[in-house]
């Protein structure tokens, strides 16, 4: 009995829709007007995978873990399953496919298309045979089970049969349905189908079904029925055979018994009376019926076929113990008889009175294993005996393996689309168009003070990646049999005259991967070669990576390079990274070989910069990782673009990540991977969001900033070291978040009374400042243990200034810089007896203020750094507090911590050493990409 509870659920976008299963029908692929291509596990997942392969897709197979599919590229395009990679380009038409079968073994591919053209193709050489005769496009193509036949439809309203080997037509059935001049304009889709075990054609007519008989082609017999009242467009066989599903226009369903009673045992119609674009039965024997309609949504009928017929397609074949004899050899005489009484009745294993008995399918090869057993003599003792009696064959295990991730090129959509982008960052976008009217690249700047837009011709070379900065235009191509890959640079900042320059690669090397730094160009090639050039095009080096690229980056003088490093886990990519400086006076590997820290089961979908310069990724399950180069160089989560999303087939593509303004600049990919070039898509800015534990309470969000600002303000300290620095202003701006989120995080602990909680937040403070700040706080509340407890930290951090300021001003005063000795020993004279000074003024203090901590009070900008030790070598208290200070903290106690924050805007730390002119070193500044 049927199970028509299964509604019908959004699949693609309103137009025709193609569906079909694996071999084991544990997948679904369906495809749509959308341009994607999605598999689904069950129609109850929300989630399906889904891979952007066309503008339009109007047919998909899955054959031998490999995905075919006809879209508006004009072409039938192969893809990897299950991570739909792009693997090659089986035959070309000249306008868009419209259905395409393949042979049992996937060793040819039949192929129809609206220019009236029939091809078969073998998929592993190209080599193909063209079948013209046609007068309108092909609307549906079936291949004999031998291989000796092709029946075709079209929008002429006839059907063809083409015999393979002579190419020619050996009949044709007019009038089959009505003449129409498009694809898209067809009343019917009239898919044909042959019956794999009598050979016969299945056409499927106006109002009833024709069966015809191979060779002779005479009709056999119709199936008709009084419920039929619109054409009948389409038909699919059940895995056993002896059923027979079709469907009308008007969203009629039925099923046929074949081989008894040829009457309909189901009938059911559309709920909405759609017309039905697909139709196919699920091959693992579930009696699953699922099928599309013209609106792109999907739909299942369960038990579609009766209880008491639905035979597996194995059974059909044998239908008396005497077809089972070639199957037996004479010792086997007991396994028959057995089978034939039905005592046979599991096909692993069956047990008899002396033990397990060896299933029918496997009696030959266990009979002959018998022969390469070892032979035990008779003189040998009863040990070895069993010993060897003992030995079982072993059968060889295979670990399952991951289809490794092929090479990309980073923020650029896939190749076999005829509109895509080459690479949109903050610096321009570059578009590619490869269609029948044109074949060229638009290059556009979001600044057109940098350049202007560049329209370029790629019909000679057909140019595949690209690489943008405000220095130049990197564009790359693979080559063909006909021409080597080359490497085309357009620096438009040359100053002779001479902005293009080409370098082509040895025979037999592919350029894989291309990314442009400051004033240098960097290639990754199917040798496992990186070629650096610099951005006039001299070779300068030449670096081997242990593994097939992945792809690669480029952002001043930092150079990212990924690859495979062998094979992972079941299912996960191993990665490797190197993190290069490539130029300046330290050229040095920051990052040598560490494994990628990709999500389980996931692949790299994309890798950059952020504007200010630290390494990212991002995975194909939507986790961003920036580098924490301010803890040992590992990687931290930072976003989850998925769940920054509302549909569960959407996505994000990403275009730009900036630390400064703590954004994400992507492009919202609404139920597809990969944004259209047309209309214009879009930025969307989303934030960051680090998962720490407890996110929704107050500590847990406050935890949240503060390791979301230290994480993103890395950069400050690496580009310091590099010779570089923010200015102070922006430098303050960094840091204040920061400093904010502790500061909070340590009241928020005094006010639970979690003081050892309170002293590890400002352990974590960057600043004696703002610990001073932590003191006041603690003091007004009372809390004299913890702010003693403080004061030691304080002490401490006043101490590393101390030593980081003479470090500092020894650093700007080298030897060779032109001073004398006599200029080196007054600066150090004055510094001295500013500490001096400054010593003598902590000694100051009034008796009033021994009962608490004391603490610096004194204007931000004014403050130096202090020797926290007298010269006597007794201890001082480090922190000094005025009169009106301690007037103030005294009058401010019923408002206890009230205006604990009020002076974290003006840090800002100075040293009142008076240089010279000559000592004052110019300062490169690092000033941060304005956000595009």
């Known amino acids: 009995m049927a199970d028509l509870t299964k509604p019908c659920r959004y699949a693609h976008t309103e137009g025709h829709t193609d569906l079909c299963f694996d071999a084991d029908g544990s997948h679904l692929l369906t495809c749509g007007q959308d341009g994607d291509v999605r598999v689904w596990k069950s129609l109850d997942e929300d989630d399906p995978t889904s891979y952007r392969l066309g503008e339009q897709v109007f047919s998909v197979l899955l054959k031998n873990n490999r995905i075919f599919t006809m879209s508006d590229s004009n072409s039938v395009q192969a893809s990897t399953f299950p991570d739909g990679a792009p693997d090659g380009i089986i035959t070309r038409f000249t306008t868009h496919g419209t259905h395409m079968c393949v042979n049992e073994t996937g060793t040819y591919i039949v192929a129809g298309s609206s220019d009236f053209t029939l091809k078969y193709v073998e998929i592993e050489t190209g080599d193909n045979k063209t079948f013209q005769s046609h007068e309108a496009p092909i609307l549906s193509v079936a ?100 059923y027979l599903a079709l469907a009308c226009l008007d969203g009629l369903i039925q099923v046929w018994n074949l081989k008894g009673t040829r009457k309909a045992c189901l009938s059911m119609k559309h709920s909405k009376g759609l017309t039905i674009s697909a139709l196919v039965f699920n091959p693992s024997g579930n009696k699953d019926l699922v099928y599309a309609d013209n609106q792109g ?47 046979l009745t599991d096909d692993i294993t069956v047990y008899n009175e002396t033990g397990p008995v060896v299933p029918q399918s496997h009696s030959k090869a266990a009979k002959n294993s018998k022969d390469l057993e070892p032979k035990v003599n008779d003189d040998d003792d009863v040990e070895s005996c069993s010993a060897v009696t003992d030995v079982q064959p072993s059968r060889a295990l295979s670990a399952p393996t991951t289809p490794l991730q092929k090479a990309f090129q980073p923020s650029s959509t896939p190749v076999h689309l005829s509109q895509r982008f080459m690479v949109w960052n903050s610096v321009g976008i570059i578009k590619q168009y490869s269609t029948e009217e044109e074949y060229s690249i638009d290059i556009e700047f979001h600044d057109t003070a940098t350049h202007h837009a560049l329209h370029i011709d790629n019909s000679t070379l057909n140019h595949t990646m690209a690489a943008l900065s405000d220095q130049a235009v990197v564009l790359a191509c693979e080559g063909d049999s006909d021409s080597l890959s080359q490497l085309v640079c357009m620096h438009f900042g040359s100053w002779d005259g001479n902005k293009e320059w080409t370098s082509v690669m040895p025979k037999g090397e592919v350029i894989q991967v291309v990314a442009i730094g400051d004033g240098w160009i960097a290639i990754a090639t199917s040798k496992r070669l990186v070629r650096i050039f610099s951005i006039g095009g001299v070779q300068t080096e030449i670096i081997s990576i242990p593994g097939n690229v992945v792809t690669m980056a480029a952002h001043s003088n930092q150079l990212m390079i990924t690859y495979h490093q062998g094979p992972g886990l079941p299912g996960d990519q191993n990665l490797g990274i190197q993190l290069l400086q490539v ?251 500013e500490l001096v000074d400054e010593n003598n003024d902590i000694e100051e203090i009034d008796d009033n203020t021994k009962k608490e901590p004391l603490l610096n009070l004194d204007p931000k900008q004014e403050r130096e750094a202090k020797n926290p030790f007298s010269s006597s070598g007794s201890r001082k208290n480090p922190f000094k507090v005025g009169s009106q200070s301690q007037s103030q903290s005294q009058s401010s106690n019923q408002s206890r911590g009230s205006r604990v924050f009020d002076d974290m805007d003006v840090t800002r730390k100075r040293s009142k050493v008076n240089k010279s002119p000559a000592d004052k070193s110019p300062e490169m500044v690092l000033k941060p990409k304005p956000v595009v």
């Open 583 to 833: 130029r300046g006076k330290k050229k040095r590997k920051l990052i040598n070989g560490d494994q990628l820290p990709l999500t389980a089961k996931s692949t790299l979908s994309w890798l950059g910069f952020s504007a200010e310069g630290t390494p990212v990724i991002i995975d194909s399950t939507g986790v961003v990782c920036i580098l924490n180069r301010g803890f040992c160089s590992t990687w931290t989560r930072i976003a989850d673009l998925k769940k920054q999303l509302k549909g569960k087939s959407d996505n994000y593509w990403m275009v730009a990540v900036y630390e400064n303004a703590q954004q994400m600049r992507c492009i919202h990919c609404k139920g597809s991977t990969y944004p259209p070039v047309l209309p214009r898509p879009t930025i969307s800015i989303l934030s960051f969001e680090v998962p720490v534990c407890d996110l929704t309470t107050e500590k847990g969000a406050l935890e949240e900033s503060y390791i979301r600002h230290d994480v993103l303000g890395g950069y400050v300290d690496y580009w310091a070291s590099q010779g570089m620095a923010l200015d102070d202003d922006d430098k303050h701006e960094i840091i204040r978040p920061k400093k904010e989120a502790l500061m909070k995080m340590f009241a928020l602990a005094c006010q639970c009374e979690r003081d050892v909680r309170a002293v590890e937040v400002c352990e974590l403070m960057p600043d004696s400042y703002t610990v001073q700040l932590a003191i006041k706080y603690a003091s007004r509340l009372g809390r004299i243990q913890l702010a003693e407890r403080i004061s030691e930290i304080a002490q401490t951090k006043c101490e590393e200034e101390t030593e980081a300021l003479f470090e500092e001003d020894t650093s700007h005063r080298p030897a060779t810089n032109g001073w004398s000795n006599a200029d080196r020993d007054a600066a150090e004279d004055d510094i001295e007896d």
């Open 297 to 343: 949504s999907l739909g299942v009928i369960k038990n579609s076929i009766p209880e008491s017929n639905s035979l597996t397609e194995d059974s059909n074949k044998v239908d008396s113990p005497a077809e089972w004899m070639d199957a037996f050899d004479s010792d086997d005489d007991d396994l028959v008889g057995e089978a034939a009484s039905g005592q």
């Open 143 to 242: 291949l004999d089970p031998k291989e000796e036949f092709i029946a075709t439809s079209s929008c002429d309203g006839t059907v063809k049969v083409w015999k393979i080997e002579t190419q020619e037509c050996v009949k044709t059935f007019q009038n089959v349905l009505k003449p129409s001049s498009d694809f898209s304009a067809s009343t019917s889709l009239c898919r044909l189908t042959w019956h794999p075990h009598t050979r016969q054609l299945i056409i499927p007519t106006q109002k009833c079904v024709a069966v015809y008989e191979c060779q002779t082609w005479k009709s056999l017999y119709t199936l008709a029925d009084d419920n039929i009242k619109e054409i009948v467009s389409l038909v699919a066989l059940s895995p056993c055979k002896n």
